[in-house]
């Protein structure tokens, strides 16, 4: 309950805060932003918090603990008097003690569970890093499908442009008769048709930047935008899966996180194991009494005369406990086990990642290549077909057929540009490079 109201709290003071808007952010500012401000990012900063806190605990474990006691009690009726005789009145006596204790010997229990929370710590931070990490890459995904709806909007845009002057130009045919009415009225609906393409274009990129807000936690999305940079396509040369799983292995954090919780539940065996051993502690104290009653000294004398001192020592041998220390280690080994297939599994689904974006990186660069030739060829056709249409060599369902080829082939180009580019920057990612471009 207290860490979510904390969260809300901190979800209610950064909806206040406002973000930079007057220029384009930059990927790099996105998953900066992203990084401060989401709250899947905040909530395991507060769980490294807290395992700070068990670590303090733990570490204190070595410490005496010292308690201080102090108590007053009344008796009415027949007492026993300073002459050490019963006698009918009230009297009342104080009681004042300060006790320490100190653990000395647990089976290097106390010692393990010190290195387990310790374990814990670098665990919970490593889950911190992995949390960072699915940010970055969800906040380049969302960055890079802006990007490409973006550029679908300019091919919209180009295309729209054709058709406007294409209207205009028949229009100007037809007011000298060497057009019909049916031509005008065919290329002004196909430019009502781009139109709408570039209405749906333009609402995609909307769309697309609400999702990249939402994801950042921006309160204001509308002023929103993002930079445009000039990218540079050129073949990459990715690392072979299996290359990239051991590089990847040796820094990943959910990877790094699981060989800890591992090592921690080793620590938990021998935790359990411990009870096994004989204990040992030291306990100290001192205290002093008051008696008011017939006939008895005053408060600081007798304070004085009753103060005592102890030491002592305590040795506990476990002998039978019905079993529960051996059901305790079996259990601890039992955990240990799960973790060990929970590391595998998280090796196996790292590897499995990485196989499909390795495999996804190599089918966008041969989609990238190959649209980029279907690309340059469909522009040429279509230049080739503009001239003849606007010679009456071609009619308009091949223009607008050879057009509509061109549009696709703009567009699989662009998509093929970022699914190249993101992927081949996933797989270096995965061995510790930048998602940033």
Not at 31 to 52: D, I
Not at 93 to 116: E, H, I, K
Request: net charge negative.
């Amino acid at each position: 309950m207290i860490l979510s109201s904390f969260i809300l709290a901190f979800a209610m003071t950064q909806a206040v805060e406002a973000p930079p808007t007057d220029h384009p952010w930059s990927l790099k500012e996105c998953t900066e932003w992203a990084l401060e401000h989401n709250l899947t990012v905040t909530a395991q900063s507060l769980s490294v918090e807290g395992s700070k806190i068990e670590k303090n605990t733990a570490d204190m474990a070595w410490l005496p603990s010292v308690n201080g006691s102090a108590s007053e009690s009344w008796s009415f009726g027949r007492g026993i008097g300073g002459d050490n005789t019963y006698e009918n009145g009230n009297s009342s006596s104080t009681s004042l003690n300060l006790n320490a204790g100190m653990n000395l010997f647990d089976g290097l229990a106390t010692p393990r569970r010190m290195q387990l929370a310790r374990l814990n710590l670098e665990a919970a931070t490593q889950d911190l890093e992995k949390a960072r990490n699915d940010i970055r890459v969800q906040v380049a995904q969302a960055y890079v499908q802006t990007l490409y709806n973006y550029e679908i909007a300019d091919v919209a845009r180009e295309q729209l442009s054709i058709d406007s002057l294409q209207v205009a130009r028949l229009e100007g045919l037809f007011s000298t008769g060497r057009a019909s009415a049916a031509e005008v009225s065919q290329q002004k609906a196909s430019l009502a048709q781009s139109q709408v393409t570039l209405v749906q274009a333009e609402n995609n990129v909307r769309s697309s930047l609400l999702a990249l807000a939402q994801l950042l936690e921006l309160p204001d999305w509308e002023a929103f935008s993002i930079l445009r940079p000039k990218v540079q396509m050129e073949e990459v040369t990715v690392g072979l899966p299996d290359i990239v799983f051991i590089d990847a292995l040796a820094m990943r954090p959910e990877v790094r996180a699981e060989q800890l919780r591992l090592e921690g539940a080793a620590k938990q065996v021998q935790i359990a194991k411990a009870a096994y051993s004989p204990s040992l502690s030291l306990s100290a104290g001192l205290g002093s009494n008051y008696y008011s009653n017939f006939g008895t000294s005053g408060f600081w004398d007798q304070l004085r005369s009753n103060f005592s001192q102890y030491v002592g020592l305590s040795l506990n041998i476990p002998i039978f406990n019905r079993f529960a220390t051996r059901n305790q280690v079996r259990s601890a080994k039992l955990h240990q086990a799960n973790q060990a297939l929970q590391l595998r599994r998280t090796e196996q689904n790292l590897y499995k990642d990485i196989q499909t974006a390795w495999n996804g990186a190599i089918a966008a660069r041969t989609k990238w290549e190959a649209s980029q030739v279907a690309a340059d060829a469909a522009r040429d056709a279509f230049t080739l077909t503009q001239a003849k249409y606007e010679g009456g060599k071609a009619t308009f369902t091949e223009f607008n057929e050879s057009r509509a080829r061109m549009a696709k082939a703009q567009s699989d180009s662009v998509q093929a540009t970022y699914e190249y580019l993101f992927q081949t920057r996933l797989v270096e990612f995965y061995r510790g490079g930048s998602l940033d471009f």
